[in-house]
């Protein structure tokens, strides 16, 4: 009889990815979480896995062969105290990921303030390209798989390097029990308020992994980065190979890797390896935040044995995971994104590259504070200029909001009004508004995406569902 795992906080991107992959090592899978839905819930259940909503203790009697305890959980749970009053064997999901599968592939752990969904779905697909079959878990729905976790065949296996906390009883990073083959470092800036009280705290968790990677393995960072330089001053045992994008001679700033853009918009740029040209990448994304995921991803492929000319090939035929500038619809010329942003710079990186891609035509930016960070007012003095890019912004007042957005609000309307100049006789008051209701915000977005008969891109940002705000607005559309 297969031994038994529970679950707590199932539903979850990262512990519903192990529970799929638990269930095709073998074992009995159930959980539970606070809300069961879809489409966590879905793709469970369509695993054979049982899922009860709420933490009432009777879910644990009799008791599974090991309890896993999410991030989520918290003293004071009901289960939690049941499990730790009657000593029932638990651990957490990193950890377990560690004993039962890691430690027996090699693992490509992609790790970053912005970027790790992304990147580790494409250092994904090019492998899967590449017909090595590798095992994943991804933070969420890559659109090359109809998963976001999976076993796989193959000797690699990719894996999204969070560095937020654990468990409530491991308080270090997640990633520390990966232990990396190669490690990509893809940017490192202050996040997390809620867990680090500032970026040294951050830099000592990314020294604790670098310190776990191998002599034999790989570091991937890009140049320039400040905070990530002194991580690698802190002690680093592994070969390191560099990052560099502009428009320096290949080779001359010692970059193992270089990319060139040769449209605006990053949708097509050159790869260099060593001062020397591997080809064209031509995509259907765009930005430089994309430009760099993708180039790591070739650069961690081809060190596990892809050709660049397939990996470059590969990754010509990625999909941006759902959430990712993923375009929801378009009526009457009107196209509607869904983007993940939640920090400034992944804000203003997001604009830059949609601005690149539309040129003059109208942006519409709409954004919900919503993460823990930017909840708790951290980013406030930066979140103004991330989004100057935009020719609209409606910004969400969601409840519990530690500060107020009025603010952010008035710098932009300023800013709008220097970009038009003192002596123009243009009222800017409402280029930045905020609203406190979806329906009234929906409403608002309609009225200025058809003030103006031409076409009208509306990016919405958040981390979370944002009450369903995409569908609505494209049928109020």
């Given at each position: 009889?297969?031994?038994?795992?529970?679950?707590?906080?199932?539903c979850?991107?990262?512990?519903?990815?192990?529970?799929v992959?638990?269930?095709?090592?073998?074992?009995?899978?159930?959980?539970?979480?606070?809300?069961?839905?879809?489409?966590?819930?879905?793709?469970?259940?369509?695993?054979?896995?049982?899922?009860?909503?709420?933490?009432?203790?009777?879910?644990?009697?009799?008791?599974?062969?090991?309890?896993?305890?999410?991030?989520?959980?918290?003293?004071?749970?009901?289960?939690?105290?049941?499990?730790l009053?009657?000593?029932?064997?638990?651990?957490?999901?990193?950890?377990?990921?560690?004993?039962?599968?890691?430690?027996?592939?090699?693992?490509?752990?992609?790790?970053?303030?912005?970027?790790?969904?992304?990147?580790?779905?494409?250092?994904?697909?090019?492998?899967?390209?590449?017909?090595?079959?590798?095992g994943?878990?991804?933070?969420?729905?890559p659109?090359?798989?109809?998963?976001?976790?999976?076993?796989?065949?193959?000797?690699?296996?990719?894996?999204?390097?969070?560095e937020?906390?654990?468990?409530?009883?491991?308080?270090?990073?997640?990633?520390v029990?990966?232990?990396?083959?190669?490690?990509?470092?893809?940017?490192?800036?202050?996040?997390?308020?809620?867990?680090?009280?500032?970026?040294?705290?951050?830099?000592?968790?990314?020294?604790?992994?670098?310190?776990?990677?191998?002599?034999?393995?790989?570091?991937?960072?890009?140049?320039?980065?400040?905070?990530?330089?002194?991580?690698?001053?802190?002690?680093?045992?592994?070969?390191?190979?560099?990052?560099?994008?502009?428009?320096?001679?290949?080779?001359?700033?010692?970059?193992?890797?270089?990319?060139?853009?040769?449209?605006?918009?990053?949708?097509?740029?050159?790869?260099?390896?060593?001062?020397?040209?591997?080809?064209?990448?031509?995509?259907?994304?765009?930005?430089e935040?994309?430009?760099?995921?993708?180039?790591?991803?070739?650069?961690?492929?081809?060190?596990?044995?892809?050709?660049?000319?397939?990996?470059?090939?590969?990754?010509?035929?990625?999909?941006?995971?759902?959430?990712?500038?993923?375009?929801?619809?378009?009526?009457?010329?009107?196209?509607?994104?869904?983007?993940?942003?939640?920090?400034?710079?992944?804000?203003?990186?997001?604009?830059?590259?949609l601005?690149a891609?539309?040129?003059?035509?109208?942006?519409?930016?709409?954004?919900?504070?919503?993460?823990?960070?930017?909840?708790?007012?951290?980013?406030?003095?930066?979140?103004?200029?991330?989004?100057?890019?935009?020719?609209?912004?409606?910004?969400?007042?969601?409840?519990?909001?530690?500060?107020?957005?009025?603010?952010?609000?008035?710098?932009?309307?300023t800013?709008?009004?220097?970009?038009?100049?003192?002596s123009?006789?243009?009222?800017?008051?409402?280029?930045?508004?905020i609203?406190?209701?979806?329906?009234?915000?929906?409403?608002?977005?309609s009225?200025?995406?058809h003030?103006?008969?031409?076409?009208?891109?509306?990016?919405?940002?958040?981390?979370?569902?944002?009450?369903?705000?995409?569908?609505?607005?494209?049928?109020?559309?």
């Amino acid at each position: 009889m297969s031994k038994h795992i529970h679950i707590l906080g199932i539903c979850g991107t990262f512990m519903g990815g192990i529970a799929v992959l638990a269930k095709q090592l073998g074992y009995k899978v159930t959980g539970s979480d606070a809300n069961v839905y879809p489409p966590m819930s879905t793709q469970l259940e369509a695993q054979g896995i049982e899922l009860i909503e709420g933490y009432d203790p009777s879910q644990l009697d009799p008791a599974p062969d090991m309890v896993i305890v999410g991030n989520a959980m918290s003293r004071g749970n009901p289960c939690v105290e049941y499990m730790l009053n009657r000593k029932l064997a638990y651990t957490s999901g990193p950890q377990w990921l560690s004993t039962h599968l890691l430690q027996h592939r090699y693992v490509i752990a992609a790790s970053g303030t912005h970027g790790k969904t992304t990147t580790a779905a494409m250092v994904a697909w090019i492998l899967e390209y590449a017909g090595l079959d590798p095992g994943f878990l991804i933070g969420g729905v890559p659109q090359n798989f109809t998963e976001s976790a999976r076993l796989g065949g193959g000797y690699f296996f990719v894996i999204e390097a969070d560095e937020y906390d654990t468990a409530f009883f491991d308080k270090r990073a997640k990633f520390v029990h990966y232990q990396p083959n190669t490690l990509i470092m893809n940017n490192l800036e202050y996040d997390h308020a809620d867990i680090f009280p500032d970026l040294a705290a951050i830099q000592r968790q990314f020294h604790h992994v670098v310190r776990t990677v191998p002599s034999n393995g790989l570091i991937l960072m890009p140049d320039n980065v400040p905070a990530l330089d002194e991580v690698k001053a802190q002690g680093c045992w592994t070969p390191v190979q560099r990052l560099s994008l502009g428009d320096k001679k290949p080779g001359s700033d010692g970059s193992h890797w270089q990319a060139k853009k040769l449209r605006a918009d990053a949708s097509q740029f050159e790869v260099y390896c060593k001062g020397e040209l591997a080809g064209v990448v031509n995509w259907n994304l765009i930005g430089e935040h994309n430009l760099q995921n993708g180039m790591m991803a070739i650069a961690a492929a081809h060190y596990a044995g892809v050709e660049l000319s397939q990996a470059i090939a590969g990754l010509g035929e990625f999909k941006t995971p759902k959430r990712r500038m993923e375009v929801k619809g378009e009526v009457q010329g009107i196209r509607v994104y869904d983007d993940f942003a939640h920090h400034p710079t992944a804000i203003a990186t997001t604009l830059a590259g949609l601005r690149a891609a539309v040129g003059h035509e109208r942006i519409i930016a709409v954004l919900e504070p919503r993460s823990n960070t930017m909840r708790m007012g951290t980013h406030q003095q930066a979140l103004a200029q991330s989004l100057t890019l935009a020719d609209d912004v409606l910004l969400y007042q969601p409840e519990g909001l530690d500060w107020a957005l009025q603010p952010v609000a008035d710098e932009l309307c300023t800013e709008h009004s220097l970009r038009q100049g003192a002596s123009v006789d243009v009222d800017n008051s409402d280029k930045a508004v905020i609203h406190q209701h979806i329906d009234t915000l929906i409403g608002e977005i309609s009225k200025r995406a058809h003030a103006r008969n031409e076409p009208c891109h509306v990016l919405i940002m958040s981390n979370g569902s944002f009450a369903g705000i995409h569908d609505k607005l494209l049928a109020q559309l």
